[in-house]
């Protein structure tokens, strides 16, 4: 199989505080600030810069944000380097399909598919590249929606096959054009090797690919976060806010287990006055729940300024959300451990080029695909 001249990938640094760009019906476009998205300003509409018309903006209307995207240039694409987060240590495996079928708890009750096509759709889906910042934030998203708060990463540099690749003319728009659960079917259908589409819902407003595994040509991989990137965090700058919520979080237990014995609904109740709630106990412990969790929104945001300082406000909020699952999976840990894994997965958001360094100087791994 013919390489790409593997050394000379072109990279691409878009960062992680971009503002949003919005279609009008007019054909227009309109530049709003991360700012004023993140806090859905003036009800989440904005005026039209062509056309003056009123806009609901939001992910249904999201447009490219580089009319002059340079991965709009099928020789360009090809010449990019890739990205994309797994949780596999070996993607694309061509071990994936026996692997899934293998580890897949099965009912007969899911409806109108049998098991052999359940596996068949579910293994045969093209395969998902985009930017640095589109492989970040979809591992956040993952991490948050699907049960991976916990589950261990792994960041993988891309190299596409050398033309010719059989690619789609301008882009797909995920909001009109199936793109996001592509099938190699679909491609073939197309006679197509790639298909080149919109992201409106992570990365908003640049470019992924939806490929069959074969246009890809080789991969490099690192776990994530990465290791030395792991300082020690300076414990004493957050002993105040630990033993605030330390101290926050016994009160709220203590209270919680007075009223152990009474069920988790009749406690509502009991605090919405819906029951008899003797000596106010259950309104008491509702009331230290409810601290408790706003000094965790406060030390959230704490850590936000400190460790993602030049990431907008909306994919800190994504970050936060995420961190919280993981902090589920893993409730037994410490707040200084939290702090340490917050600060080495910012460290992903906040030093891309030493990342992207260190996946550049790892082996590449040629892939040997079959005839997908
Ligand atoms: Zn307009």
Same mark, same amino acid.
């Given at each position: 199989?013919?390489?790409?001249?593997?050394?000379?990938?072109?990279?691409?640094?878009?960062?992680?505080?971009?503002?949003?760009?919005?279609?009008?019906?007019?054909?227009?476009?309109?530049?709003?600030?991360?700012?004023?998205?993140?806090?859905?300003?003036?009800?989440?509409?904005?005026?039209?810069?062509?056309?003056?018309?009123? %806009?609901?903006?939001?992910?249904?209307?999201?447009?490219?944000?580089?009319?002059?995207?340079?991965?709009?240039?099928?020789?360009?694409? $090809?010449?990019?380097?890739?990205?994309?987060?797994?949780?596999?240590?070996?993607?694309?495996?061509?071990?994936?399909?026996?692997?899934?079928?293998?580890?897949?708890?099965?009912?007969?009750?899911?409806?109108?598919?049998?098991?052999?096509?359940? %596996?068949?759709?579910?293994? $045969?889906?093209?395969?998902?590249?985009?930017?640095?910042?589109?492989?970040?934030?979809?591992?956040?998203?993952?991490?948050?929606?699907?049960?991976?708060?916990?589950?261990?990463?792994?960041?993988?540099?891309?190299?596409?096959?050398?033309?010719?690749?059989?690619?789609?003319?301008?882009?797909?728009?995920?909001?009109?054009? =199936?793109?996001?659960?592509?099938?190699?079917?679909?491609? &073939?259908?197309? &006679?197509? =090797?790639?298909?080149?589409?919109?992201?409106?819902?992570?990365?908003?407003?640049?470019?992924?690919?939806?490929?069959?595994?074969?246009?890809?040509?080789? #991969?490099?991989? %690192?776990?994530?976060?990465?290791?030395?990137? $792991?300082?020690?965090?300076?414990?004493?700058?957050?002993?105040?806010?630990?033993?605030?919520?330390?101290?926050?979080?016994?009160?709220?237990?203590?209270?919680?287990?007075? %009223?152990?014995?009474?069920?988790?609904?009749?406690?509502?109740?009991?605090?919405?006055?819906?029951?008899? =709630?003797?000596?106010?106990?259950?309104?008491?412990?509702?009331?230290?729940?409810?601290?408790?969790?706003?000094?965790?929104? =406060?030390?959230?945001?704490?850590?936000?300024?400190?460790?993602?300082? &030049? #990431?907008?406000?909306?994919?800190?909020?994504?970050?936060?959300?995420?961190?919280?699952?993981?902090?589920?999976?893993?409730? $037994?840990?410490?707040?200084?451990?939290?702090?340490?894994?917050?600060?080495?997965?910012?460290?992903?958001?906040?030093?891309?080029?030493?990342?992207?360094?260190?996946?550049?100087?790892?082996?590449?791994? #040629?892939?040997?695909?079959?005839?997908?």
């Amino acid at each position: 199989m013919e390489l790409p001249d593997l050394g000379r990938l072109i990279e691409r640094f878009d960062g992680f505080n971009y503002g949003y760009w919005m279609n009008c019906s007019c054909g227009g476009r309109s530049f709003i600030t991360a700012h004023d998205y993140f806090i859905e300003a003036d009800g989440a509409h904005m005026s039209c810069e062509q056309c003056g018309q009123r %806009i609901r903006f939001g992910p249904a209307v999201a447009a490219l944000r580089d009319k002059h995207d340079p991965a709009l240039q099928d020789d360009v694409v $090809t010449r990019f380097a890739w990205y994309h987060t797994s949780t596999s240590s070996d993607w694309p495996s061509p071990d994936y399909a026996r692997r899934f079928a293998e580890n897949l708890s099965w009912s007969d009750d899911l409806i109108g598919l049998s098991r052999k096509q359940y %596996i068949l759709n579910e293994t $045969t889906k093209a395969l998902h590249l985009g930017t640095y910042e589109t492989a970040i934030e979809n591992m956040l998203r993952r991490m948050r929606d699907q049960g991976d708060g916990s589950s261990q990463f792994y960041l993988y540099r891309v190299a596409l096959r050398p033309k010719p690749l059989r690619i789609n003319p301008g882009y797909r728009d995920e909001n009109h054009e =199936d793109a996001a659960n592509l099938k190699i079917s679909d491609l &073939n259908a197309e &006679n197509l =090797d790639v298909v080149r589409y919109l992201n409106v819902h992570e990365a908003t407003g640049v470019l992924s690919l939806a490929v069959r595994p074969k246009a890809i040509a080789a #991969v490099q991989c %690192i776990e994530i976060p990465l290791n030395e990137l $792991t300082v020690p965090i300076d414990t004493e700058s957050f002993s105040a806010d630990v033993a605030r919520l330390k101290s926050a979080r016994s009160a709220w237990v203590t209270a919680e287990a007075k %009223i152990a014995s009474i069920d988790r609904g009749t406690r509502v109740m009991m605090q919405f006055g819906a029951r008899p =709630d003797p000596g106010g106990l259950a309104k008491y412990a509702g009331e230290l729940e409810r601290h408790h969790q706003t000094l965790w929104y =406060d030390f959230e945001a704490r850590l936000g300024e400190q460790f993602l300082a &030049n #990431v907008s406000p909306v994919i800190r909020r994504d970050f936060t959300e995420a961190l919280a699952c993981w902090r589920r999976e893993n409730p $037994t840990t410490g707040i200084y451990r939290f702090v340490e894994r917050y600060a080495a997965m910012a460290a992903l958001l906040e030093e891309p080029d030493k990342i992207q360094r260190t996946l550049r100087h790892m082996e590449w791994l #040629v892939v040997h695909q079959t005839a997908a």
